[in-house]
Each structure stands twice: as structure tokens, then as C-alpha cells.
């Protein structure tokens, strides 16, 4: 029996790069499309917000001196492309998913309309949120919060390179520990960076709590769907 019903999958851009440098690796998004089937198929609702790092990153050094909020649309725009590629990836595997995208792009994604979204999601279709929050100064992480708010979903799991949340960056201090659960609070006190703040925040007020963990670990969302003990718990 899954331990949640209705989850927001914040899955990580640069981890569909797999090994590659920048872009979409087609086994890795192919792996983690058969990740989420799996769950689904437990009868779990089952809504993702992606991140763009793995194209906005590559295309970063050129808009280095540009306006900020255009190029935060870029990045939006990123997560459109991998909304894109993930929900064709979804249809390829049998999952019906739908996007729906924040910024208006309606010849190619219907627009995000929170009814509709619920509606999907009792069918048992997977839904993307493409485009983060709509708006610039913001990251996926916080449309991961926001989203998953909205929908009443009961946690936030944030898919990501490392397996948890840690004293400090894992990948630049070698002796960091993970932690196995923080609360928003202390995470935010420490300043610790897997999340931004005000995507933390947002969760803390809305008691939604989060769930760090790596997607390169095989069965880990299965895992973690079904309550077990993987990555960290981030908590109020
Ligand atoms: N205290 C910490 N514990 C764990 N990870 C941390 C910590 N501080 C920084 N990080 C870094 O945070 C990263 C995860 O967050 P990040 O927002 O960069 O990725 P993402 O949102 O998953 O990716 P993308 O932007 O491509 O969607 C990890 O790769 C890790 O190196
Ligand atoms: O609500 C949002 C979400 C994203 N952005 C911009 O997109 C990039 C990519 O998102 P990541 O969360 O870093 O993967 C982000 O750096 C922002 O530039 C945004 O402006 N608003």
C-alpha cells in the first residue's frame, strides 16, 4: 500500500543529461519514465514540475549581461522543451500524461488551469508543469512548492543528483553527512542549497513536506512512495 496518494515529482533537468554534457540522454529519460509508470501503476497520482539546467546551463554563457528577468524566460522555456520530451517519453512507455505550461505557448502546450489539472490527475494521467511559476526571480524548485500546494498534493519529492540533504554541498565537501530528516527551518538557517529558500518557505507555511533523494539510484521513487526510509526528510 503507497504511503502517499497524490504526489508533486520535482525531477531534476541536469539529471536527464545522464553522461552526456548538456541535453537529453534517451536511456535516462526512458529510466525514469518507467520509474514513474511503475508508481502509477501502485494507483498513485502522480504530478512533475522539471527543472531546465541541462539546456539553459548550456546556453548560459549568452546571457551573461543580458536582462535578468529575459533571461529567466529562457530558462522557462527550457522547462518547456523538457516538459516536451518527458510527456512524449510518458506516451511512448503507455503512461497518459498531459503538459500544461504557466507561460502562454498555446499552440504548442495547453495552458496550466488548476480544474483541469485536478481532473487529469483523478484519470489517473500524469501531469507536467512546464514553464516553473510562470514568472522570473523564481526556480522550478518553488513551482515544485507552488504546484504542489495547489493540487493538495501530500509531499514534494525533489529528484535529484545527490541522495539526500546534507551539513553541506556533497559535491564539494567530501566529509558532509546527510542527514535523515531536517526541518525546513534548520534547513534554512544552515543556508543548505539543495533547495532555495523561498521554495522551502513556501512548503513550511504550507506544512507540505519534502523529500530529498537521488534519481540515479534504481527503485528509489518506488521506494520512497512506499514510505520507506531513502534520502531525506525535510519536515516543519
Ligand atoms: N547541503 C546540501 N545537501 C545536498 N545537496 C546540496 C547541498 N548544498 C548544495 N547542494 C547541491 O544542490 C544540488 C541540487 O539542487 P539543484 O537545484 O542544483 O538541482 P536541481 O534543481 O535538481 O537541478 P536543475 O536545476 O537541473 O533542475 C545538488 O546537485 C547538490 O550538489
Ligand atoms: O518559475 C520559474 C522557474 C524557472 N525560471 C528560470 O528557469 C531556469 C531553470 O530552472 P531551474 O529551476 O534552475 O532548473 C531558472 O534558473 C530560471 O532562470 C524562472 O525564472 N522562474
Not at 527551518?185 to 506544512?207: G, I, P, S
Amino acid at each position: 500500500m503507497p504511503a502517499h496518494q497524490r504526489i508533486l515529482l520535482k525531477l531534476s533537468g541536469e539529471a536527464l543529461m545522464g553522461d552526456d554534457a548538456f541535453g537529453i540522454n534517451r536511456a535516462t529519460i526512458v529510466r525514469i519514465v518507467e520509474e514513474v509508470a511503475e508508481v502509477t501503476r501502485l494507483g498513485v497520482q502522480v504530478a512533475i514540475v522539471i527543472g531546465g539546467g541541462n539546456i539553459f546551463r548550456g546556453v548560459a554563457g549568452g546571457s551573461v549581461g543580458m536582462d535578468r528577468a529575459t533571461a529567466d524566460y529562457m530558462g522557462m522555456l527550457a522547462t518547456v522543451m523538457n516538459s516536451l520530451a518527458l510527456g512524449d517519453a510518458m506516451e511512448r512507455a503507455g503512461v497518459t500524461a498531459r503538459v500544461m505550461s504557466a507561460i502562454a505557448i498555446e499552440q504548442v502546450v495547453e495552458p496550466y488551469v488548476r480544474p483541469k489539472a485536478l481532473q487529469y490527475l483523478e484519470e489517473g494521467k500524469v501531469v507536467i508543469f512546464a514553464a516553473g511559476t510562470g514568472n522570473p526571480f523564481f526556480t522550478t524548485d518553488t513551482a515544485a512548492a507552488l504546484r504542489g500546494a495547489e493540487i493538495g498534493a501530500e509531499i514534494v519529492l525533489k529528484a535529484t543528483k545527490v541522495d539526500g540533504v546534507y551539513t553541506a554541498d556533497p559535491k564539494k565537501d567530501a566529509s558532509a553527512k546527510r542527514y535523515q530528516s531536517i526541518s525546513f527551518d534548520e534547513a534554512m538557517a544552515r543556508q543548505l542549497q539543495v533547495m532555495d529558500a523561498t521554495a522551502f518557505a513556501l512548503c513550511r507555511d504550507q506544512n507540505l513536506p519534502v523529500r530529498v533523494f537521488s534519481i540515479f539510484k534504481p527503485g528509489a521513487l518506488r521506494r520512497v512512495v512506499m514510505g520507506e526510509d531513502e534520502g531525506t526528510l525535510v519536515h516543519v
